[in-house]
């Protein structure tokens, strides 16, 4: 899978890519990241990303054209595009899985108030946030959905963490049950009788009743 990242702070989003697990998919050939300065697309000596809103208001907008040139570049038949954005679909696991099947991402990110919205129109192929909260840019987003992506791939994690990959995108969505390790005993604060024992009945039975509980606590929208 190539994924594409196009923003005028390439080295945001290199940063977390270019680590760890991402770093590692990279070096193993699973994914190829390409990190790529929005400024490079501009023609003009001050290389202006931005201009003043039509029909007034303030803040900026990201120009056009060098997102139109640079999607000119990127492009094949196999790409999707993407616009990081607070207006857009919400970015969830099952987009996740969705975009792991896609060989080509191109990542859009914006800055300043939004983009001119002929971007949209006739670049973009979705828009997507990835939460009710407003970033300064959408580069930070953009390394979120490439992490969550990436990590979906086969190969990526090793095979006893893929499994995992399921919980929380099917049906019957749930918090986990909390989880300990050693020592049994830190400063006093004590590892549950239960997953001492052994009995692995009664530890899955711990495990359902726990994760229900939390669930419920702290995240009671998944629950119908
Ligand atoms: C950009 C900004 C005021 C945007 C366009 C580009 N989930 C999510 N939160 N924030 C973003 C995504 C995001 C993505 C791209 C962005 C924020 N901003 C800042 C400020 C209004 C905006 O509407 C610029």
Known sequence: MKIDIVTIFPEIAEAPLKSSIMGRATDAGIV????????????????????????????????????????????????????????????????????????HLIILCGHYEGVDHRVVEA??????????????????????????????????LGDDASSEVESFSGDGKRIEAPQYTRPADFRGMMVPDVLLSGHHQAIAEWRDLRAEERTRENRPDLLD
């Open 32 to 103: 190829e990241f390409g990190f790529h300065n929005l400024r490079d697309f501009t023609k003009d000596k001050h290389r202006q990303v931005d201009d003043i809103p039509y029909g007034g208001g303030p803040g900026m907008v990201m120009k056009a054209e060098p997102f139109f040139d640079a999607i000119g570049k990127l492009k094949t038949d196999r790409s999707k595009v993407l616009l990081m954005t607070p207006q857009g679909t919400p970015f969830v696991q099952a987009k996740a899985v969705e975009f792991s099947r896609i060989d």
């Open 123 to 156: 670049l973009v192929d979705e828009e997507i946030s990835i939460g009710d909260y407003v970033l300064t840019n959408g580069t930070i987003a953009a390394a979120v959905v490439a992490d969550a992506v990436v990590r979906l791939i086969p190969g990526v």
